[in-house]
């Protein structure tokens, strides 16, 4: 199997067994050197956890985790489309406590694990049914925070059959159909650190790791947490971001930051300006649309240079 996977992942994905040396083997043969080695694949073949068991090459532990990763979100995309037409018939609800609760009863980690398991008929959704109508809610000392619900800008994965997949992945290549939506309170840029967090009505909003509401989303609602990374090249030619800059009482300043701006792969596409008369400098709150991190660190690194900048950071 390492050897089907070093030859070619996809080769490796559909690898069914083997002849060494003219002899039929199963995919768990171990080679020698000078063995000569014919791959069998399969059409239907798909890898299985029980592969990292035996694989010993980190190629092929890579490719085989991304493509169960991969299938556990198809699944999932599916369970989840399930289980909503259900229980809109039933014209019931699935709280995020609920579900929670159903979560632990079934040592589950993830709720992509849970819509995956409904996708691949492992659970019943008359027993999610049975479980939601006898749930009795545990008595709350005080109301819990609601997580925030910025007003993003909606995006989706766009079908693809090739490598053009959208700008962003969740943990697989190709995954299509599900809703994400880059949030407002951070502004990620691709390149940056990220997670998604999954709302009960918009999909997955996207937020950097250095969001100011990460560390509390990931402590209170750590069930609704789902990696996410970057695809290798963005369909999005741009991306917002937002900057606070301090300065010096200087018109000229205004101009330089402009200036700067201009200079690399970047746009502004807001610029306000206030009076500080406490500690007498500019206020600056600009937004400028730049491609990638990459792009944007070079924005702020000149900016900082300016001899009447005191201070930029990201908003």
Known sequence: LDFAFDIHSGL????????INGKAVPIREQVKT???????SGKNQKPSSDWLNFVVTSKARTKIKQKL?????????????????RLKNWKIELTDDILY??????????????????????????????FILSYDAPVQPAASPAAPEASDSTARLKPSSKSGDDILVIDAKNVRGIE?????????????????????MEGIKIHRISCPNASRLIE???????KVRWASTP?????????????????????????????FKASIRAFNVSENSRTGTYDISMKVAVPSNLELD???????????VYKVSRA
């Open 12 to 19: 490796g994905v559909k690898c069914s067994g083997g002849r």
């Open 34 to 40: 000078g063995d000569v080695i014919e791959i069998i």
């Open 69 to 85: 990763s991969e299938f556990e979100f198809q699944k999932a995309a599916d369970g989840k489309e399930l289980l909503g037409r």
């Open 101 to 130: 609760s159903y979560l632990k009863k079934a040592g589950l980690k993830t709720a992509n694990a849970f819509y995956a398991a409904i996708g691949e008929g492992q659970i019943d959704v008359n027993e999610v049914k049975d």
């Open 180 to 200: 994400y939506k880059m949030s407002r309170c951070c502004n990620p840029v691709f390149g940056d650190d990220v997670f998604g967090f999954v709302t009960r």
């Open 220 to 226: 209170m609602y750590p069930y609704r947490i789902q």
């Open 235 to 263: 369909t999005t030619s741009s991306f917002q971001a937002s900057l606070r800059i301090s300065a010096d009482l200087d018109p000229h300043v205004l101009n330089e930051i402009m200036d700067v701006v201009n200079a």
């Open 298 to 308: 070079k924005v702020l690194s000149q900016l900082r240079n300016l001899k009447s």
